[in-house]
T-cell receptor
């Protein structure tokens, strides 16, 4: 099946710094990718829809200036957490739909810890 | 708005026991329904799906039937194995945007 990768798998950073997370579709093209956030023992919350060639669409309550999304190509979307703070510590997951289907393929996630 | 509600976990079963994880949803229109599984240390994987009322999704011995009259999509397996230990998420997609709305997840622990 289709594969989605994320890099890095985990990152620790100091408060106030920015962190970039990459999401790649390895064997298919994705004009749309989704970014989720998962807190411990909780569900996935959709943060934004990443659109290749246009601006991302953010869900209500998500700060677009804090979580910068760039869909640089048909196989790459990046999420940059700017001026990170401890409350941004979470598990960030991306997904991409396979063209012509309603099946999403998920990346393995990135664990962000902000000290 | 659209939402998904799953039974609280964790669910602890002995090997070969029968499994049911309840899932109900609220949605306008006719959503597609999914079960995703997250094994320890891995990303979410699609387990099964159903796209219209009365459809039954099945995979790896798991089944779920799309019940519009009860707005439910309960996950069942007749005989669980230790390797089924994971977190199971019920989800719906109600538009052609591809957005998924997830339930809170149910942790399943199967003991030998």
């Amino acid at each position: 099946g289709a594969v989605v990768s994320q890099h890095p798998s985990w990152v620790i950073c100091k408060s106030g710094t920015s962190v970039k997370i990459e999401c790649r579709s390895l064997d298919f093209q994705a004009t749309t990718m989704f970014w989720y956030r998962q807190f411990p023992k909780q569900s996935l919350m959709l943060m934004a829809t990443s659109n290749e060639g246009s601006k991302a669409t953010y869900e209500q309550g998500v700060e677009k200036d804090k979580f910068l999304i760039n869909h640089a190509s048909l196989t790459l979307s990046t999420l940059t957490v700017t001026s990170a703070h401890p409350e941004d510590s979470s598990f960030y997951i991306c997904s991409a739909p396979s063209a012509g289907t309603d099946t999403q393929y998920f990346g393995p996630g990135t664990r962000l810890t902000v000290l | 708005g659209n939402s998904v509600t799953q039974m609280e976990g964790p669910v602890t079963l002995s090997e070969e026991a029968f499994l049911t994880i309840n899932c109900t949803y609220t949605a306008t229109g006719y959503p597609s329904l999914f079960w995703y599984v997250q094994y320890p240390g891995e990303g979410l994987q699609l387990l099964l799906k159903a796209t219209k009322a009365d459809d039954k999704g099945s995979n790896k011995g798991f089944e779920a039937t799309y019940r519009k009259e009860t707005t439910s999509f309960h996950l069942e397996k007749g005989s669980v194995q230790v390797s089924d230990s994971a977190v199971y998420f019920c989800a719906l997609s109600s538009s052609n945007t591809g957005k998924l709305i997830f339930g809170q997840g149910t942790t399943l622990q199967v003991k030998p």
